[in-house]
């Protein structure tokens, strides 16, 4: 199978900041405006939210009551929904955004865990928007809780 949208890794970062750390982009390029080493508002990206979502609750508490800027019309800034948002994360063991940072794309994200059970990153696929049917997407998200267990298990981490 090939990946046909650009992946990415984020580190975690005590702030409401996620850094991009690695993108590999597939045989089918797409101008994702994501590059190594740059910042992105946890708020606002699929990567970022489930980073947040298993963060500890004083982080989360941090965050959630900074000012949390609009970047499209479909960015959640209210701090009530994104906790529910966080809650749906823990749940189901990925994140979905679209549109949220940049019109036109969506990501999907789930968790990379340490031995310690401590999340340490997050992987992602990232696409346009015009590219997602509703097969694409269950497809990506399976592909990317597979790889983030797969990442996991190599870290050590057996939950």
């Known amino acids: 199978m090939h990946i046909k949208f650009t992946t990415f890794k984020q580190k975690k970062n005590n702030s409401n900041i996620s850094k991009t750390s690695n993108k590999q982009i597939g045989p089918y390029y797409s101008d994702i405006?994501?590059?190594?080493?740059?910042n992105n508002p946890v708020h606002a990206i699929s990567s970022g939210k489930v980073l947040l979502a298993y963060s500890d609750k004083i982080t989360i508490d941090i965050i959630l009551s900074s000012e949390l800027l609009a970047y499209t019309e479909h960015t959640v800034t209210n701090p009530l929904k994104i906790r529910k948002q966080l809650e749906d994360i823990r749940a189901h063991g990925y994140s979905y955004s679209?549109?949220?940072?940049?019109?036109?794309?969506?990501?999907v994200a789930a968790p990379v865990f340490n031995y310690e059970g401590e999340i340490v990153c997050a992987i992602a696929i990232v696409g346009p928007v015009t590219r997602l049917t509703p097969n694409n997407k269950e497809r990506f998200i399976r592909l990317i809780i597979r790889s983030a267990r797969e990442a996991s298990e190599r870290l050590g981490y057996d939950g």
């Open 33 to 38: 405006q994501t590059q190594t080493g740059s």
């Open 98 to 107: 679209e549109e949220e940072l940049t019109e036109g794309n969506y990501s």
